[in-house]
């Protein structure tokens, strides 16, 4: 079975000294582990049992994160930086109009549901602005979901008024925590993916649109009030 590590993605960067290299390997087991153990305990999980879950020191999770806060805020960063990268590679593989098949959008939120290391953890109580990392990411996720929209409405697969904010609602709709083993989880998530794509399939081709959807700003401030 692979470690939380090998199940979390990152971006491509030039090798690093070892030092440096176990450093960001044990930052990214951290990462992947918190998702887990926040996922399954709840955030009343301690820093403790991130690290015993990574596989590292407790003292290896407070060099890094001095508060359980910020590793919080790193975990959102991640999930909205992984989201963002896995819409622009759908809208790249769909920017043949061809390519319709279920539509960007579906594809964008099947493999969000089938390969995203954990939820996109949405801030609790925070408020203020959006940190500039978690504002560069969510600027970036909303470019490449305004793309994957624009593919599926020219291919007659969306009907009017769905926003990119209504992906992101979707996608907490349709990936709850269930208690069943993920395989099983996943397929009943698809099962319902498969009838909401279904349904806006069927109000684009009657020309029924869905009235004004939720801004891009909403969901933001959903996010950080």
Do not use: C
């Not at 769909?94 to 953890?121: H, K, M, N, S, Y």
Request: no cysteine; net charge negative; proline share 7%.
């Amino acid at each position: 079975m692979p470690s939380p590590a090998d199940r979390i993605d990152e971006r491509a960067d030039p090798p690093l000294p070892g030092r440096q290299r176990e450093a960001r390997a044990n930052d990214t087991a951290v990462l992947a582990a918190a998702r887990e153990v926040f996922a399954a305990q709840g955030h009343g999980a301690s820093m403790a049992d991130v690290a015993r879950h990574a596989g590292v020191g407790v003292g290896s999770v407070y060099r890094r994160y001095p508060t359980k806060e910020a590793l919080v805020e790193a975990l959102r960063v991640h999930g909205v930086r992984e989201a963002a990268r896995l819409a622009a590679e759908v809208a790249d593989e769909f920017a043949a109009p061809e390519q319709a098949a279920d539509g960007a959008v579906g594809a964008f939120l099947t493999r969000q549901i089938t390969g995203a290391t954990g939820p996109i953890l949405r801030p609790t109580g925070a408020t203020g602005p959006l940190p500039k990392d978690l504002a560069d990411a969510t600027a970036e996720l909303h470019a490449g979901l305004e793309r994957l929209i624009a593919h599926d409405r020219a291919a007659g697969l969306l009907p009017s008024g769905f926003t990119t904010a209504d992906v992101m609602q979707l996608l907490l709709h349709l990936r709850p925590t269930l208690p069943f083993p993920r395989a099983e989880a996943d397929a009943l998530h698809l099962r319902y993916l498969r009838l909401v794509l279904a349904g806006l399939r069927a109000r684009a081709r009657e020309d029924v649109g869905l009235g004004d959807g939720p801004s891009w700003d909403e969901w933001v401030g959903a996010w950080h009030d």
